[in-house]
């Protein structure tokens, strides 16, 4: 039986997202979809969902949801607090909720970004082959308290609760390749680039992030007599005074200033859920590494599933415990 989400009470940034649309890049439509990739395709995972399984993307803060009808859920991407009927639980864990059950989700407490996940994947209208919010484009729409967001069944509902662990990153550099435009910077200039810690800076949106720093900028010769081309999502854009920004999913699909490189996709996750005042580094890779690097959307779905572990809740601590079936034969007079 297919349900529907109430929203209650929802953050200026929720939104339906998906992986985005793909192909219309030469009309000028960037592909859109989740700020972070790799957190939507956590959650299909936990499910076992297709590519095109949308989830709510909840941007720094959270809000509170109803269930009309039963579901398994779960929360990926920034640490939100969880509470089903003012009892915690965790993120990152397929949970299971009846009829009537209020899920709140508190504000970011690490990261920007959070998905909320159902198993049978929310239910909407498609254009251009993708269900998600693109502000630029106007395609789709915020979500807003009062709004009832349709999902799908259950297809599994006695299904053993799975967590998967976020994967850790540390304080590595975070990987570029070179684009068409690098060879436009000195030798002298990518060095002092890769040597500089970068501050995140408080302009940000899912168009991208500013990167701030107090030493000089980072030029090219003649860089405004460039002509205007093709750009893409990770794209690091010099702006007029040299400060770097980089593109995230609702990225323009053309621009004038000049680009450094390309933060590789897998690496993409950490720049959009960065916070103000975090700090990077960046580090040139080959083409070699950058392609051994890259995977689809399936394969990154199948490497997070192979990181999939049962979850041992303490049934001490679970609100939820008489929602499952934990005597299976009837009761003998």
């Not at 970068?198 to 940000?204: S, V, Y």
């Not at 090219?220 to 010099?238: P, R, Y």
């Amino acid at each position: 039986m297919s349900g529907v989400l109430n929203v209650i009470e929802a953050g200026p940034g929720v939104s339906l997202q998906d992986l985005g649309r793909s192909g219309y890049l030469g009309l000028g439509l960037s592909t859109g979809g989740a700020a972070d990739r790799d957190a939507l395709l956590q959650g299909q995972a936990l499910f076992n969902q297709t590519e095109d399984a949308m989830a709510l993307e909840l941007a720094g803060l959270g809000g509170r949801f109803g269930f009309s009808q039963p579901t398994r859920f779960a929360l990926t991407g920034a640490h939100m607090s969880l509470e089903l009927n003012d009892e915690p639980v965790p993120a990152n864990t397929t949970l299971y909720a009846r009829a009537g059950d209020v899920l709140k989700i508190g504000p970011a407490r690490q990261g920007m970004y959070a998905y909320l996940h159902v198993a049978g994947g929310f239910d909407g209208p498609k254009v251009l082959g993708g269900g998600g919010f693109h502000g630029i484009a106007k395609l789709g729409g915020r979500v807003a308290a009062g709004d009832q967001i349709a999902f799908l069944s259950d297809p599994n509902p006695g299904s053993s609760p799975q967590k998967l662990s976020p994967e850790q990153t540390g304080s590595a550099p975070i990987r570029i390749m070179e684009g068409p435009q690098t060879a436009l910077f000195s030798d002298e200039t990518k060095s002092r680039f890769q040597q500089t810690e970068f501050k995140r800076g408080h302009r940000g949106n899912r168009q991208g992030v500013a990167l701030e720093q107090d030493e000089a900028g980072f030029a090219t010769e003649g860089q405004l007599t460039l002509v205007s081309d093709f750009i893409a999502v990770g794209d690091i854009q010099m702006t007029g005074d040299g400060q770097p920004y980089v593109l995230l999913a609702d990225c323009q699909t053309l621009g004038g200033y000049p680009r450094i490189g390309t933060v590789l996709p897998s690496d993409l996750s950490r720049i959009a859920q960065s916070t103000p005042g975090e700090t990077f580094t960046f580090h040139f890779v080959d083409a070699s590494e950058a392609e051994a690097d890259w995977s689809s959307p399936e394969e990154r779905r199948k490497h997070f599933a192979s990181k999939m572990t049962p979850a041992m809740r303490d049934p001490r601590e679970m609100a939820d415990l008489l929602s499952y079936n934990l005597i299976s034969r009837p009761i003998e007079d």
